[in-house]
T-cell receptor, first 116, second 120 residues
Framework: AQTVTQSQPEMSVQEAETVTLSCTYDTSESDYYLFWYKQPPSRQMILVIRQEAYKQQNATENRFSVNFQKAAKSFSLKISDSQLGDAAMYFC?????????????FGQGTILTVHP | GAGVSQSPSNKVTEKGKDVELRCDPI?????LYWYRQRLGQGLEFLIYFQGNSAPDKSGLPSDRFSAERTGESVSTLTIQRTQQEDSAVYLC??????????????????FGPGTRLTVL
């Protein structure tokens, strides 16, 4: 079974600063996908960034980037130049493929607060 | 609209009653997923539909839960004889190997706004 662990229930950052959210996962599959989703109070899950495990290059999407360490099974999210609109719950998720294809496994989430 | 829609937005029901939750996926998306999110928790996978294949029901917590999907369109999640422990937000997502948003080979899941179910 897949597991995804987010060890930081809450994080805070000053506007314009950088923050890193941690995520570790466990899977026996060799090819899989990893995601970070953002969930504001509106409940809408919004895809922030995704990473294919076979790609060594870390994914980047504007102010959002990941540090993907495959051997360590670590997938952290870095938010640069934090903005007030970044405040939300952030979820790390994995799609392990194989027989688990399509079933996202989510971590418990990290609440991010952005201070002006 | 362009996104996944769900109805109702909120549902309050009494213990023991049946409820139906609806999901309209993004047009053209062949895969549809249901998840449950208890308060302050991550999402739990419930069921997965892919085209005309038999659904993957491995995440359904009990036989009180069932879901249907007609072709590649609307899906309904039915909870019979609701219990207080069923109170949660139920989220639907859809995806396609050929993404209408221009991302190929993605299988990225796009989520609806969810239905908040409260069982009294």
């Amino acid at each position: 079974a897949q597991t995804v662990t987010q060890s930081q229930p809450e994080m805070s950052v000053q506007e314009a600063e950088t923050v890193t959210l941690s995520c570790t996962y466990d899977t026996s599959e060799s090819d899989y996908y990893l995601f970070w989703y953002k969930q504001p109070p509106s409940r809408q899950m919004i895809l922030v960034i995704r990473q294919e495990a076979y790609k060594q290059q870390n994914a980047t999407e504007n102010r959002f980037s990941v540090n993907f360490q495959k051997a360590a099974k670590s997938f952290s999210l870095k938010i640069s130049d934090s903005q007030l609109g970044d405040a939300a719950m952030y979820f790390c998720a994995s799609d392990a493929g194989g027989t688990s294809y399509g079933k996202l496994t989510f971590g418990q989430g990290t609440i991010l607060t952005v201070h002006p | 609209g362009a996104g996944v829609s769900q109805s109702p937005s909120n549902k309050v029901t009494e213990k023991g009653k049946d409820v139906e939750l609806r999901c309209d996926p993004i047009s053209g998306h062949t895969a549809l997923y249901w998840y449950r999110q208890r308060l302050g928790q991550g999402l739990e996978f419930l069921i997965y539909f892919q085209g005309n294949s038999a659904p993957d029901k491995s995440g359904l917590p009990s036989d009180r839960f069932s879901a249907e999907r007609t072709g590649e369109s609307v899906s309904t999640l039915t909870i019979q004889r609701t219990q207080q422990e069923d109170s949660a937000v139920y989220l639907c997502a859809s995806s396609s190997p050929e993404d209408a948003f221009g991302i190929m080979g993605t299988d990225t899941q796009y989520f609806g706004p969810g239905t908040r179910l409260t069982v009294l």
